[in-house]
């Protein structure tokens, strides 16, 4: 079974950045695109940020611009990075990943909050 543990999340101004990092552990093998979700009260769970194979990269309108997602397959991790973080950005953020042949995300970190103030 895939682990997922996320770190990093905190409490920043509006304008700060912040550095998310999920580390991966247990049986790896299968696991395809890596993602990062948020989740705000209120609000459906969004798909911010993805990583698939040969550096393939995708970006939610909100985000763009702002936010890069990494990864080191070697060290099975992978980053976040928020950078100019606006208030809405505020939520419970995690790792996801999924399968090559699976048709959704089948691992999921347990969350980090990260709260973005004005």
């Known amino acids: 079974q895939v682990q997922l543990v996320e770190s990093g999340g905190g409490l920043v101004q509006a304008g700060e950045s912040l550095r998310l990092s999920c580390v991966g552990s247990?049986?790896?093998?299968?696991?395809?695109?890596l993602g990062w979700h948020r989740q705000a009260p209120g609000k459906q769970r969004e798909l911010v940020a993805s990583s698939g194979k040969g550096d393939t990269t995708n970006y939610a309108d909100s985000v763009k611009g702002r936010f890069t997602i990494s990864r080191d397959d070697n060290k099975n991790t992978v980053w976040l990075q928020m950078n100019s973080l606006k208030p809405e950005d505020t939520g419970v953020y995690y790792c996801?990943?999924?399968?090559?042949?699976?048709?959704?995300?089948?691992?999921w970190g347990q969350g980090t909050q990260v709260t973005v103030s004005s």
């Open positions: 247990g049986i790896v093998f299968g696991i395809n695109s």
């Open positions: 996801s990943a999924r399968l090559a042949g699976g048709a959704g995300w089948a691992y």
